[in-house]
């Protein structure tokens, strides 16, 4: 069992930065790949990175490649957001999640795939 809590999220405004946190619980963490996804009110939630279980394999949705950055820290049991140059559409309630497929070398962008979610943390950019 795998618990995820996010921290990070506030109001910020429109070409600001955030570093968004996922701390895990449970000694698998080091082997799942993680994710992040977004849902913004009235929309679906949607893909936004993930990363394999070592880090050496990253992918982006278009909506926020080169502008967003996930890496992890398996000796902190930690996954990060960095999300640069922000939009007033970032604004959304940021989720991370685990699949649990022990020391897969793949990235996953579907929601389904997914295992274990945090309950998530709030971003609001202001224009």
């Not at 698998?28 to 939630?45: D, I, V």
């Not at 020391?103 to 202001?126: F, K, P």
Request: charged share 15%; hydrophobic share 30%; proline share 2%.
């Amino acid at each position: 069992q795998v618990q995820l809590v996010e921290s990070g999220g506030g109001l910020v405004q429109a070409g600001g930065s955030l570093r968004l946190s996922c701390a895990a619980s449970g000694r698998t963490f080091s082997s799942y790949p993680m994710g992040w996804f977004r849902q913004a009110p009235g929309k679906e939630r949607e893909f936004v990175a993930s990363i394999n279980w070592s880090g050496g394999s990253t992918y982006y949705a278009d909506s926020v490649k080169g502008r967003v950055t996930i890496s992890r820290d398996n000796a902190k049991n930690t996954v990060y957001l960095q999300i640069n140059s922000l939009k007033f559409e970032d604004t959304a309630v940021y989720y991370c999640a685990a699949r649990g497929a022990h020391y897969s070398g793949s990235v996953y962008y579907t929601s389904a795939l997914y295992d274990y979610w945090g309950q998530g943390t709030q971003v609001t950019v202001s224009s």
